[in-house]
DNA sequence: GGAGTAATGACACTCATAGTCCGTTGACTT
DNA sequence: AAGTCAACGGACTATGAGTGTCATTACTCC
């Protein structure tokens, strides 16, 4: 499967968890609501960047982010 | 520290243990020789899309690739 | 010393796309 | 009706992807 989905999967279960909004986990991350909508869906190629502001809003390290079920081979 | 500075060092780590050159992994990973020392160096903000394949040339998963010293708080 | 080779580093450049900002729409809730 | 949320679109700017060129270091061989 595509590496976008799964990292936008992932991103969605966690912040789920977190019970946040995507606008609110965006605002958190310090991107855009509309960015945060097509990252979740897979429609974006995110910079390792980016990646790393979202994943210290979800409040998770790095390990933990991608020791997921989406990232098994 | 600068994420693109860790995943610099964790990839040349990497593959400095399976004894591979910068060019023959930038080869196994469908980047550019020059490309593959800006990476390393921390001078390239990589999207997820060109992580992916430098990964799976480093024969290790997503999991075990972030599970290092450079990414732990 | 000089020639050759392998590995890495440092830029500069073009072009595609990462990422932002404006808005709208539809589903759902109160 | 009014609010919240997710999805989508168009236009825009900033920056990543990918390549080319030259320099440097360290080694070997003559």
Redesign the interface.
Same mark, same amino acid.
């Given at each position: 499967m595509d590496? =976008?989905l799964k *990292?936008g999967q992932r991103i969605k279960e966690l912040r789920l968890q977190l019970g946040l909004s995507q606008e609110a986990l965006a605002n958190k991350a310090d991107v855009d609501r509309t960015y945060m909508t097509d990252v979740e869906n897979g429609r974006r %190629?995110? @910079? *390792? !960047?980016v990646? !790393?502001r979202i994943i210290m809003a979800l409040e998770i @390290?790095?390990?933990d $982010? $991608? %020791?997921a079920k989406e $990232?098994? =081979?």
């Amino acid at each position: 499967m595509d590496i =976008k989905l799964k *990292v936008g999967q992932r991103i969605k279960e966690l912040r789920l968890q977190l019970g946040l909004s995507q606008e609110a986990l965006a605002n958190k991350a310090d991107v855009d609501r509309t960015y945060m909508t097509d990252v979740e869906n897979g429609r974006r %190629n995110i @910079s *390792v !960047e980016v990646l !790393e502001r979202i994943i210290m809003a979800l409040e998770i @390290s790095y390990a933990d $982010f $991608f %020791n997921a079920k989406e $990232f098994m =081979k």
